[in-house]
């Protein structure tokens, strides 16, 4: 919450606190995590006895504030609900960590630690120089910019600059990457020196992605990459799988002519064939750091904290744009406006590419995370386990934890009766989900010292 309140934000907070049914409505945003835009629901459910048809419980949301219950909205942008973002960033942190050193409890097999695998960020092409901080010397501008000086990465000259080009790259991003991944399965078969069915019969090719969008707007891929045996990582990879083949694959996969996406002529837009940059990351992933590798807890958290933002550290908004004047009233920056601008234009040319309905994302249309079938775990077994272990709880409050589930017969009817917060109740929900955030960083920090002095103990 803000230090000064306008007055009707704190005449709605004061209304709120001081209801008689305040507590209930703090317990409810409480187990939203503080969501931020909470979905509100009417409705009832009641558990009966199958055999007697006896009511074991029945809850409506008459007696609840407002008659509704309020449950979390769960969007991954972090700038759309910090709460739910956190959790779903903890949720691919699990996905991608489960990945590199395995979890048992998702029969995902520790030895996966030996399977060869690396990190490797493969980013857009040049689309015009733009300002930076060179390791050494000045900007082209001739300036040392500041770290977070809002010129970075926008266009040194906009008018050459090549806008179009830049959003139609975003717009087949997510096809580059597909191709890049087709061509990495013959790159590594044909260094093993066999076929792509025989490699299909000894190995598998298993991958976590994120993007993210640099400042000049441009999309690139971060992604885990690794090598299985044919039935995924419960088996071992062939011994020709080393993590240098891997690596050297990675980087003749992304150069060869091949992983590349043409987009044909329209109007007054030349023909185009994409490829990605030259500035291509491929570093071994270790157990534990050595000073020059990455460890796999420091790739779980990199990928996590990409993974809850998207095009909204370029200045553009995070949802959807009706029209251009938005961008004046919410004061979007030049470069991303021209981007955006981009968008509007090319649409009618390119009218199965959708550019105007993801002019907020740049062009960008693809999935912000994902992965190979075979590579964990999957975001909604986390949920699920999440829901079981909720319900668990909900049955021990209720006394039915002793029933066995088959003798428990749940009717249930729900309706979606609208969202968020009026100003009070927001202002209000963002101290409760500081306060959880508060609490959960006293218990990480109580934990990582507990096992360093474990560790010294030993």
Known sequence: MSDVLDPTTLGDLLRVASASDYDRWHEQIRRTGGCADPIHLTGWSLHKDKTTGETLHHYSTANEPGGRLRVACGNRRASRCPSCAWTYAGDTYHLIRAGLAGDDRRDIPATVRDHPRVFATLTAPSFGPVHNRPDRGACRCGTHHA????????????????????????????????????????????????????????????????????????????????????????????????????????????????????????????????????????????????????????????????????????????????????????????????????????DPLYPDRRLWAWAHMLGFRGHFSSKSRRYSTTLGALRQVRADYRAAQEHAVLGLDDREPDTVLVLADWQYAGHGHTPGESALAATIARDLQTNRETAREALRDQLAQEGAAA
């Open 147 to 346: 770290a977070d000086a809002p010129q970075l990465g926008t266009a040194l000259d906009p008018a050459t600059y090549d806008y179009a080009g830049a959003v139609l790259f975003n717009n087949h991003a997510g096809q580059l990457w597909q191709r890049f991944t087709n061509r990495l399965r013959r790159e590594i078969a044909a260094r093993a020196g066999i076929t792509q069915r025989e490699l299909k019969e000894c190995a598998r090719l298993s991958y976590g992605k994120v993007a993210e969008f640099q400042k000049r707007g441009a999309v690139h891929f971060h992604a885990v990459i690794r090598i299985d045996g044919p039935d995924g990582p419960e088996t071992a990879p062939p011994s020709w799988a080393t993590v240098d083949l891997l690596a050297d694959a990675i980087r003749a996969a992304a150069a060869h002519s091949y992983t590349s996406v043409s987009v044909p002529a329209a109007e007054d837009q030349p023909a185009r064939t994409f490829r990605w940059g030259t500035q291509l990351d491929v570093r071994p992933v270790k157990a534990f750091g050595d000073g020059s590798d990455i460890t796999e807890q420091a790739v779980a958290s990199y990928v996590a904290k990409y993974a809850t933002k998207a095009a909204e550290n370029t200045g553009t908004l995070d949802r959807r744009i009706g029209e251009l004047a938005e961008l004046d009233r919410h004061g979007v920056p030049d470069h991303t406006r021209r981007l955006i601008e981009a968008c509007k234009q090319l």
